[in-house]
T-cell receptor
Framework: DADVTQTPRNRITKTGKRIMLECSQT?????MYWYRQDPGLGLRLIYY???????NKGEISDGYSVSRQAQAKFSLSLESAIPNQTALYFC???????????FGPGTRLTVL | GEDVEQSLFLSVREGDSSVINCTYT??????LYWYKQEPGAGLQLLTY?????DMKQDQRLTVLLNKKDKHLSLRIADTQTGDSAIYFC????????FGQGTELSVKP
């Protein structure tokens, strides 16, 4: 079984809809991250959490919110989706040393 | 501010060496990383180098770090078709800052 799972893997939605992307991990890591990947722009950090009670904005948090429901779960919400949020979204985890981040398989989101 | 730059594409022939280059801006980064993303998958750590090192070799991979010029490179010897992927460099100034990714295409 995968250590970091993301659901759904693909989602097509319409402008204005609320969307939640979920991430679960079985690695026992404290730190979790949400990134978006766009062609030619690499990965950009949306939000990160160093433990259940710690949530921090990343480089591009506008239009997004997160919830850390448990050590193993970190969800990303788009309150009112817009077309320029069409992207590939990745969840990642790391331990407290943070030397390596472990990535989920990604969620491809299309906003029409 | 923090910025990591890479060229977007590299094409090589199977058996040749590949060199992927990266420049970064945060001189306080403790580690610098290379991640690999295969088609349809997430990123996986390929290798990393501690900032006080100049070179690290791991089988077919050689990482060179020039701190003065803030330049990082990844050399893949005897490149194979299975090495075709997107390669991201990243600097660690407290949180990872990724480059745009270099898409390596290996032709038989």
């Amino acid at each position: 079984d995968a250590d970091v799972t993301q659901t759904p893997r693909n989602r097509i939605t319409k402008t204005g809809k609320r969307i939640m992307l979920e991430c679960s991990q079985t690695k026992g890591h404290d730190r979790m991250y949400w990134y978006r990947q766009d062609p030619g722009l690499g990965l950009r950090l949306i939000y990160y959490s160093f433990d259940v009670k710690d949530i921090n904005k990343g480089e591009i948090s506008d239009g997004y919110s997160v919830s850390r429901q448990a050590q193993a779960k970190f969800s990303l919400s788009l309150e009112s989706a817009i077309p320029n949020q069409t992207a590939l979204y990745f969840c990642a985890t790391s331990d407290r040393i943070g030397l390596e981040q472990f990535f989920g398989p990604g969620t491809r989101l299309t906003v029409l | 501010g923090e910025d990591v730059e890479q060229s977007l594409f590299l094409s090589v022939r199977e058996g040749d060496s590949s060199v992927i280059n990266c420049t970064y801006t945060d001189s306080s980064s403790t580690y610098l990383y290379w991640y690999k993303q295969e088609p349809g998958a997430g990123l996986q750590l390929l290798t990393y180098i501690f900032s006080n090192m100049d070179m690290k070799q791991d089988q077919r991979l050689t990482v060179l770090l020039n701190k003065k010029d803030k330049h990082l490179s990844l050399r893949i010897a005897d490149t194979q078709t299975g090495d075709s992927a997107i390669y991201f460099c990243a600097e660690d100034g407290g949180k990872l800052i990724f480059g745009q990714g270099t898409e390596l295409s290996v032709k038989p």
